[in-house]
């Protein structure tokens, strides 16, 4: 049961990348996946979260920028970072929990999350 994240790298500020995550050994159906990332000396922080209905939430350094989407029958979530900044550099998370349909995702938190995948990196920089 793991995540294998993609997509990663080096983009100049305005650019576009698209953050994959496939999940291997389980099926996403019944899970909200997320989104992190952390950059150094940083805590890791939430950037997008979708539920198994298709509810998003984003965080307010990232809303109107990335957008979350997730396709179960290829078992990936994906995050498409538009007009990308520099402060959008970090090592980038996915991650998913068991959807109970019971939690706001506005609440959510890194420790509610029990499969994380490798972290991908993505640098911002002219």
């Known amino acids: 049961v793991q995540f294998v994240e993609s997509g990663g790298g080096l983009v100049q500020p305005g650019g576009s990348l698209r953050l994959s995550c496939e999940a291997s050994?389980?099926?996403?159906?019944?899970?909200?996946v997320g989104w992190f990332r952390q950059a150094p000396a940083k805590e890791r922080e939430g950037v997008s979260y979708i539920s198994k209905d298709g509810d998003k939430h984003y965080s307010d350094a990232v809303k109107g920028r990335f957008t979350i989407s997730r396709d179960n029958d290829k078992y990936t979530g994906y995050l498409q970072m538009n007009s990308v900044i520099p402060e959008d550099t970090a090592v980038y998370y996915c991650?998913?929990?068991?959807?109970?349909?019971?939690?706001?995702?506005?609440?959510?938190?890194?420790?509610?999350?029990?499969?994380w995948g490798q972290g991908t990196q993505v640098a911002v920089s002219s």
């Open positions: 050994g389980f099926s996403l159906d019944y899970y909200v």
């Open positions: 991650a998913a929990m068991i959807d109970f349909g019971d939690r706001d995702l506005r609440t959510l938190h890194p420790s509610d999350f029990n499969l």
